[in-house]
């Protein structure tokens, strides 16, 4: 914003740099704090994709909130009584800090936590973040009030400046430099500055414009003028930022569930998203009709086609298909806010239309993260978001060629349509062709999707049954009977736990726990009098995995399921005295970053007996987990052995990689001629703890 342009007479000269300061380090705290207090609550939750889902959730929702109480704040009441009700809340905020959560919220149960997370975030940040939300367009009310016949649109650009500093500046700055506890004490300083900025800016504002609260009009910057919105206008307002806000948590969910829930992944989709509402309120020139609406067609297509480019043997890979992702959402985006900014209002109806927009964006996060687990078994709503975004950039851009330069044109708009026509079927027909024939069972929670499917019904010999978490088989089992014993995937003989468990067997009976159910194959090692304990946190897993799988009737009365998350189930229990400890809990190629911490391996080592071995799936496609685990063994003075196994499609064994922790000499002496050299200098491995977590560092090329 050019705040030299809103001086005027009669005005302090420091009055506009407080507004804006205002509006820039409200936004900034205001996204600064979503990571940062996610992050904190993240390990408590299971470490699930949908505990950011369901931040955002509550955030959106609360950023209506804020948006009502300024739209009520500006109707109600006169300016002087506006600021003396909101700098009272603001005090009473500071008083709520340091936004840090109390360790009791923790949840270890089966149950659907959804709704804890929302209570926590209401006690721990709800009051801060609410009048944080209110900021916006708060000031920009006043601004208009202040400074008749200027714009205060700009204002709102500036404040998705502030917000994208704080998204970019948290994984690169804050996150890797300081501790969650240092972070917290950080961020409630700095409100406490804002409070002070915003007490600063309403003392400079008193008897400033007119008096009675209510705005002046201006017709300039291509906006409507002051006649009461239709119903089309408030139509647009909801239902643009709703797709937008789709797209946005839906992309969001898609990249969470294959690689890592951490900052970063979250960030990244939201930055973009945040762009799109700088560059289409910074200026009507940006968004052209022309340009973002082919891009996003195009583009939708793309994404929705991505695995015939598989069945095709044409591996797109992670960067590209990442890539196509996130471009996919800017370009929506773009259309969904550019189209918005087309349908905003002079400023007598501002906080009318910030309402509407911030009420849109918590209807697209309730359908996300509240209607689509209950409607559907899988993540349908990328599919229908897909398919939405579609059709409005089609829509768009018939538009913009109907209407183009020379006048109404509707013969150029007719060419494009079978064009427009075919898109809309290959984005239908795609996302529809990923509904596998072979599926016969599927549920829904909020740990994700859980599948099973049957290969093979014709030929005995090869007839299976699989289960698979997100994009990746987490189980199989031959149908036959003559070899349903066998242990398949990434945990036969030959694997790293395989030979831990072949090591110990010999030696007698053995406990062994491990965290992450599956379809329960490291069963079909148990014998006579040896105990096997999973845990497990997705309730529905285990009710797949004795219906569809014989691998824990195998295991009899020496086999027990425990519900909940691992080690917060581990940190309940007295010391199991395991003789093997698994780390097996991945959901798709996600990692359990809470479960890899040296916290996490200090409550490990606390259920390991003398000598015994913890054993770590490290199997991922996008990640090398090798200097976390190696780091984190050797600050406990445990020496690491890395094995890895071929495939094998005619026993269903898949390649895996599993890292052997132990102390145990006589171990490590029988494992050594089947492990691999480790690349890298263990002096560079950075452990992970649960303040701190790096994903850059251990990317693969």
Known sequence: ME????????????????????VLLGAFLLFQVQPLISRYILPWFGGSPAVWTTCMLFFQVLLFCGYLYAHLLQRSLLSKKQ?????LLLALACATLPAIPDDSWKHSGPVDPSLRILVLLAVTIGLPYFMLASTSPLVQAWVSRAYP?????????????????????????FEPALELDAQSWLWSGFFVLYALLSLLASIGLRGTGNPDGVEADHHGSGMKDSSPPSCRDRILWIGLPACGSLMLLATTNRVCQEIAVVPFLWVVPLTLYLVSFIICFDHDRWYLRAVWAPLAGVSIVAVACIDWFDDWGYAIGFARELGLHLAALFFICMVCHGELVRARPSSRHLTDFYLMTAAGGAL??????????????????WEIGLTVSYLISAAVLIAALAHGAGGVRPARAVMIVPAVLAGLVSVVYSEGDRVA?????????FYGVVQVLEFGRGDAGLHEFSMKHGAIIHGQQFASPLKRHIATTYYNEESGVGRAIGFFKDLGPVRVGIIGLGVGTLATYAR????????????????LARKYFTYLDHCGSGCEVIQGDGRLSLEAEPAQDYTILVLDAFSSDAIPAHLLTIEAFALYLSHLREGGVIAVHITNRYLDLTP???????HYGLKCEKISSNDDDSRLVFG??????TRNEDFLRAIARFSVPMQGDISMDVPWTDRYSNLFRILKN
């Open 528 to 543: 006579g009098e040896d105990v096997y304990r999973f845990y497990e946190l997705n309730p529905q897993v285990e009710t």
């Open 83 to 87: 600021v003396f009700v909101h700098l």
């Open 364 to 381: 697209g996060g309730l359908f996300v993260s509240v209607m689509a687990p209950v409607l559907f078994t899988s993540y349908l709503e």
């Open 437 to 445: 024939a072979d599926v016969v069972a599927r549920t829904r929670s």
């Open 656 to 661: 895996s990689d599993w890292m052997l922790l």
């Open 628 to 634: 976390v685990v190696r780091a984190a063994g050797a």
């Open 149 to 173: 016949g200027r714009s205060p649109y700009r204002l709102y650009a500036l404040s998705n400046v502030g917000s994208l500093a704080a998204l970019i500046s948290y994984p690169f700055l």
């Open 3 to 22: 705040v030299n342009r809103l001086t005027g007479s009669g005005k302090a000269a420091w009055l506009v740099p407080a507004l804006a300061g205002t």
